[in-house]
């Protein structure tokens, strides 16, 4: 029956915005999340989805064979999407061994329980990153370049789970989205770590010459396309999913300061003036962009938030709620800060 969703990261930034979006869209579905609860990963994501008949969390690494073998034993799920990943680049540059292990091992654990049959749809989360440095806009068959240990790692599992399907048959499809943004998200990633110094009086580090370019999607507008690549994608196939909105992150750092300076009525050129430019990423990807055509025309999805709007929405969201950034920066974040800002990529771990 199509009634029973595990989604793994369901507590990280996109992973709780997919599992409040199954909530509320299908509310006759059992959701169950299973996340490990890393730095990345917050109960209070999800402190509104309480447990019930159709909500259950397990707190579980999926690297861990007998428990994901127990849960799909016990739940005998229709889908399972796989957003559980370490996902920031700095980090995987500092240490790559964590995103080896859960982006790789952890995939390979779960596409292994699809396996034993049952499951009707396994749906992989990857990224744009896949694909690297790229000038003309990839489709989905173009060669994989990844750049970063993360996006090899990424990349990784999107050949495992294609090669499980083509050597087992078993139903799996691909997701590869561009940069997401909205609330919750945590501030290492540019947009929310922008914000987060702006309103704590701290330098915006922009990386380089800040020419780089990213497509902006909206977290919201990623959610509903997943949900339609779980339903009703291909199995097998790969959905590109990107917004059209490709800016250089110096325009996203301005703008930024001006619709922070707005909400907060201060002076835009304060805070313009804080912003820095600081050693370049090791590695680091001039420019992603996708040929998105596909979702668009076989599942009729197509962005809904212009960035403009989305921006406003996520610098609202982290100045109500700047006990949620504190929280989520205590403890080991300003080692990290101190590690990557200071460009010194032994330092840390
Ligand atoms: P995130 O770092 O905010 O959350 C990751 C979640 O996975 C956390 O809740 C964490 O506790 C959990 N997790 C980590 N290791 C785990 C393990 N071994 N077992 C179980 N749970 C584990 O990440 P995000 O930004 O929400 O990204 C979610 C997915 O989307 C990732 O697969 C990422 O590669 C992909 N993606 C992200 C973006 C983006 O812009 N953020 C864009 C494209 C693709
Ligand atoms: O493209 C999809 C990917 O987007 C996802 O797969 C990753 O999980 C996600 O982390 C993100 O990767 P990026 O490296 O593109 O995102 P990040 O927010 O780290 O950086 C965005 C751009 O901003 C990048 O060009 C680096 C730059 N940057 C970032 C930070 C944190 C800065 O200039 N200064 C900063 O302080």
């Not at 619709?259 to 050129?269: G, H, I």
């Not at 406003?312 to 006990?323: A, C, V």
Request: charged share 20%; with cysteine; net charge negative.
């Amino acid at each position: 029956m199509q009634n029973s969703v595990v989604v793994t990261g369901g507590c990280g930034f996109i992973g709780s915005h997919f599992v409040r979006l199954l909530r509320t869209a299908r509310p006759d579905w059992r959701v169950v999340n299973l996340d490990k609860l890393t730095y990345a990963g917050n109960l209070a994501n999800l402190t509104d989805i309480g447990e019930s008949g159709h909500y259950r969390f397990v707190h579980g690494d999926i690297v861990d064979s007998d428990l994901i073998n127990g849960v799909v034993r016990d739940e005998q799920p229709w889908g399972i999407v796989n957003f559980a990943a370490e996902s920031h680049v700095d980090r995987s540059i500092l240490d790559p061994a964590p995103f080896l292990r859960t982006n790789v091992l952890g995939a390979q654990v779960l596409l292994d329980a699809v396996r034993q049959g049952g499951i009707k749809r396994f749906v992989q989360i990857s990224t744009d990153e896949v694909y690297g440095d790229v000038q003309t806009p990839p489709d989905e068959e173009a060669t994989l370049r990844p750049s970063s240990p993360y996006a090899a790692s990424k990349g990784a599992a999107d050949l495992l789970a294609l090669s499980y399907h083509r050597t087992y048959g078993i139903p799996i499809l691909i997701a590869r989205s561009a940069n997401n943004y909205g609330p919750h998200q945590f501030p290492e990633k540019l947009i929310p770590l922008m914000i987060r110094n702006a309103l704590a009086g701290e330098i915006l580090p922009v990386y380089g010459d800040g020419a780089q370019v990213r497509d902006w999607l909206f977290v919201g507008d990623n959610c509903t396309a997943i949900l339609q690549v779980l339903e009703h994608g291909r199995l097998g196939a790969v959905y590109n999913v990107g917004a059209g909105e490709h800016r250089p992150n110096i325009d996203v750092v301005r703008a930024i300061c001006r619709l922070v300076a707005e909400e907060t009525r201060v002076d835009p050129q304060a805070l313009l003036a804080r912003i820095q430019s600081v050693p370049d990423r090791p590695g680091h990807d001039r420019r992603y962009v996708m040929d998105s055509s596909r979702i668009r025309a076989e599942l009729g999805w197509t962005p809904a938030t212009p960035f403009q709007d989305g921006l406003r929405t996520t610098i609202r969201w982290y100045l109500e709620h700047q006990d949620w950034t504190e929280r989520v920066t205590s403890g080991d974040y300003r080692a990290y800060y101190e590690a990557v800002y200071r460009r010194n990529w032994g330092a840390h771990g």
